[in-house]
């Protein structure tokens, strides 16, 4: 009988022991930030690629016209939803964007104007994106 209750015992306790918690941790906007996206829809002509590191630093492969991309490097911060950014020669950027992530999903508003809405899908920049860009140099700081 003993040995009856001490396998119920045992078994009860590995029942209780099985469930895995939720381990489901929700990521913060920062880090849903940094990656890689790709423009799908913008409030002028052109094709952008935006990489955001988790040192603050960004790639931007930006084609506003025909040939190829132009690579601008800089630094951004986010402060709750709003993202603001410097280029390497200390510019600011013509705007700061409240942004909102679903999925792999980001929109970019601009504050000065909300109608200035950028969209971006998360998305690897492609090899000749990144070969073929034309690196701009805004400052003598180290590209």
């Given at each position: 009988m003993r040995k009856l209750i001490y396998m119920m015992a045992a078994l009860l306790t590995l029942a209780?022991?099985?469930?895995?918690?939720?381990?489901?941790?929700?990521?913060?906007?920062?880090?849903?930030?940094?990656?890689?996206?790709?423009?799908?829809?913008?409030?002028?002509?052109?094709?952008?690629y935006i990489s955001f590191a988790e040192d603050k630093t960004f790639e931007m492969y930006q084609q506003i016209t025909e040939?190829?991309?132009?690579?601008?490097?800089?630094?951004?911060?986010?402060?709750?939803?709003?993202?603001?950014?410097?280029?390497?020669?200390?510019e600011d950027w013509a705007a700061a964007y409240d942004i909102a992530i679903e999925g792999d999903v980001l929109t970019l508003t601009s504050v000065n104007?909300?109608?200035?809405?950028?969209?971006?899908?998360?998305?690897?920049?492609?090899?000749?994106?990144?070969?073929?860009c034309a690196v701009v140099v805004k400052s003598t700081a180290a590209l």
């Amino acid at each position: 009988m003993r040995k009856l209750i001490y396998m119920m015992a045992a078994l009860l306790t590995l029942a209780a022991c099985g469930k895995k918690p939720d381990n489901k941790t929700e990521l913060t906007l920062e880090q849903q930030l940094c990656g890689e996206w790709h423009s799908t829809s913008l409030s002028i002509e052109a094709d952008i690629y935006i990489s955001f590191a988790e040192d603050k630093t960004f790639e931007m492969y930006q084609q506003i016209t025909e040939g190829a991309h132009r690579l601008y490097r800089g630094t951004w911060n986010l402060e709750e939803t709003l993202l603001t950014g410097k280029y390497n020669d200390g510019e600011d950027w013509a705007a700061a964007y409240d942004i909102a992530i679903e999925g792999d999903v980001l929109t970019l508003t601009s504050v000065n104007d909300a109608a200035e809405k950028s969209v971006y899908k998360k998305t690897a920049i492609p090899e000749e994106v990144e070969n073929g860009c034309a690196v701009v140099v805004k400052s003598t700081a180290a590209l």
